[in-house]
């Protein structure tokens, strides 16, 4: 089993992805609000810093936060659930759109199969 943790910087893609997830046979996921490491910096040391000024400015702020999602999946659908991701985000290579990653899980209860 593995954890896929993705990072949604396109917040306004989580309910198509949740619906191609479904689609796909992928039931479970949890959803966090998060938020990148540059707009806490751009937020904090705005003034301090010039260059974090212009940041903040370049900054969607009607949309600070992104979406982390984590499921724990078999090794099988891991490539399922990656498919969907790039089939409904993009490519996630692009500045901007995300990430995604998996974990390995030595152990799990309470995990459908």
Known sequence: MEIL???????????????EFNNCGIRGATI???????????????????????LKMMLNENRPFNKTIFTVLCEEKVSIAMDCVRRV???LSKDGVGIMFTIPVSKAEGILK
């Open 32 to 54: 966090i609000d998060s938020m990148g490491m540059i707009k806490v910096l751009a937020d904090e040391h705005a003034d301090d810093i010039p260059l974090f000024g212009s």
């Open 89 to 91: 985000i993009g490519d």
């Open 5 to 19: 943790v993705i990072v949604l910087n396109k917040t306004e893609k989580l309910e198509d992805l949740m619906m």
